[in-house]
C-alpha cells in the first residue's frame, strides 16, 4: 500500500471534528504553498510576459472593471 493509500484510509477513519481541523489545515497549507510559488514566479521573471500582455490588452480597451 502506497503512502497516499494508507493516507487516505486514515482520513475516512477520521470523526468530523477531526476532518474539518484537518480540511481547514490543508487549505492553509494549501494556500501557503501557492503563495510561495507564485512568489517565486514573479521573482524569477516568469510573470513578466503574462503582465506585459495583460498591460497591453488594457490600454487597447480589451480589459473590464470587476
Excluded: P
Amino acid at each position: 500500500m502506497t503512502r497516499v493509500q494508507q493516507l487516505k484510509q486514515q482520513i475516512v477513519e477520521l470523526d468530523q471534528d477531526e476532518f474539518r481541523a484537518l480540511r481547514e489545515w490543508f487549505v492553509r497549507m494549501d494556500a501557503e504553498l501557492w503563495d510561495r510559488q507564485l512568489d517565486s514566479d514573479a521573482k524569477s521573471g516568469k510573470l513578466t510576459t503574462l503582465a506585459e500582455k495583460a498591460l497591453r490588452n488594457h490600454k487597447a480597451g480589451l480589459s473590464q472593471a470587476l
